[in-house]
């Protein structure tokens, strides 16, 4: 949509309503998709964890797609647009925490960081693709082309989702019976055998007064900032920065996200392996990666902020967020490490934040950039490095990749589990086991034998 703004405010200033609003009211149609992405953090990780979280996080996206379409028709009706945007965010706000209650159940301790990262990856591969296609289509067809063409392709990926994901791996038709005992067995009985939290057995108050969670909120709160300052205004900066056209916002626009694309899942598979080694552990790793990535995309974007020419700018920016690809090996997969059981809710608590920020972007942006030249632009970017900065000294200080205590088990779920804690050897797996043995209970699944 941030491209689509500026072209046409570029082309048009007196062809529609859009361009004669007042700044408050640009501000508030650039702000309401994170107030409604607000609301349903918190409700959004308490029904991922108390109900399917493949089933959600699906729903969301296809219903997000379909009022995509209304996009175009009320552009020139601010109250519309602000309704549609609103309820585009309350669907869209249970995405993250049901990523998080998905990989609750796929994704073994020791390969949380290098699956998380491949999955949060798609984030900035879409913001890659969205530009190339959106200056093709803004260009060839429409201003609007974008919108209906995302909402028909985002409607084919849902059915496709539908026919293809399973809530955890014992419902999956085709999974391998060995690769099903060996998440189940990693994951252990914190996710497989206890009771699933409700509102009232969360720990809400042990959330708000532990400093790791903090840590957590705090990072997401500033990644998001510079993250939505670019997703929204990205093409703007370069066009009134540098004057640069729409269409070398398309492709010089695209490469920062396409090197995070690569570096995101890249930067999981190297903290996995730097754990599975013990060459550090699991909050150094955290620690490292996150606060390494804040301090090299801080420092890059003040280089950008003193930059004379299109490639300067360009090469500083794609630099600075190729490099904070690695600090979602940190905050972003933390979760799991502290609460595994409560993941889902504290990533909609976190990235209910991280939202807040969404939303008070447009409004910072519109107050420091009043007339679009270079000095106040370089303003609004050091004011984000400043933010990355301060993010490092609190996470760095206070995170933790440990079970929290108030995240273990409780004593009649523990009892609950030591009553299982009977043990039945499969090849070189062993299976833990009830009054039905696990492996019986694969092969009445399967219809066949476990090797």
Not at 71 to 98: C, F, H, M, R, S
Not at 147 to 157: L, M, Q
Not at 306 to 311: D, N, P, R, V
Request: proline content about 5%; glycine content about 8%; overall charge positive.
């Amino acid at each position: 949509m941030g491209m689509v703004n500026s072209e046409i405010e570029d082309k048009d200033r007196n062809s529609t309503n859009r361009t004669t609003m007042s700044r408050s009211t640009i501000s508030a149609i650039e702000s309401a998709i994170f107030w409604g992405y607000f609301i349903t953090q918190i409700p959004g990780g308490l029904i991922a964890a108390a109900y399917p979280a493949n089933k959600l996080f699906g729903a969301a996206i296809g219903s997000s797609c379909i009022l995509n379409l209304f996009v175009p028709v009320l552009y020139d009706n601010p109250t519309g647009l602000i309704i549609v945007k609103v309820l585009q965010g309350l669907v869209e706000g249970v995405t993250y925490p049901a990523c998080h209650g998905i990989m609750r159940y796929w994704a073994p301790p020791l390969e949380r960081s290098r699956l998380a990262t491949i999955a949060f990856s798609g984030c900035y591969a879409g913001v890659m693709f969205s530009m190339m296609v959106c200056g093709i289509l803004m260009k060839n067809i429409s201003l609007f082309a974008p919108f209906y063409f995302y909402s028909v392709i985002g409607v084919v990926w849902y059915i496709c989702w539908l026919w293809l994901v399973f809530e955890k791996p014992s419902l999956h038709t085709c999974i391998e019976p060995k690769e099903l005992i060996m998440i189940e067995k990693s994951l252990g009985s914190s996710q497989q055998h206890y009771t699933n939290p409700t509102l009232s057995s969360t720990p809400w108050k042990a959330f708000f007064t532990s400093l790791p969670c903090y840590a957590i909120f705090v990072a997401n709160f500033c990644r998001s900032w510079n993250f939505y300052l670019l997703v929204l205004f990205q093409a703007s900066y370069f066009k009134e920065a540098f004057g640069t056209t729409t269409a070398e916002n398309a492709s010089l626009g695209a490469l920062p996200h396409f090197l995070m694309t690569l570096v995101v899942p890249a930067g999981g598979i190297m903290a996995d392996r730097l754990r599975k080694k013990g060459i550090l552990n699991t909050t150094q790793v955290r620690k490292l990666f996150n606060c390494g990535g804040f301090g090299l995309e801080a420092t890059f974007f003040i280089a950008m902020a003193y930059s004379h020419t299109t490639l300067q700018g360009m090469t500083a920016l794609t630099i600075g967020v190729a490099f904070s690809g690695f600090a979602i090996s940190g905050f972003n997969v933390n979760h799991l490490d502290i609460a595994p059981r409560y993941a889902s809710i504290l990533m909609g608590l976190s990235n209910g934040i991280g939202t807040v920020a969404g939303a008070i972007v447009p409004i910072i942006k519109n107050s420091v950039v009043v007339n679009g030249t270079k000095e106040q632009w370089r303003i609004l970017i050091i004011l984000s490095a400043f933010i990355h900065y301060a993010g490092i000294i609190f996470y760095g200080i206070f995170a933790s990749g440990e079970l929290q205590p108030w995240a273990d088990p409780t004593a009649e779920e523990e009892k609950q589990w030591n009553q299982m804690n009977e043990t039945v050897p499969v090849n070189k797996y062993t299976v833990s086991s009830g009054n039905i043995p696990y492996v019986q209970k694969y092969e009445n699944h399967f219809g066949t034998k476990v090797p």
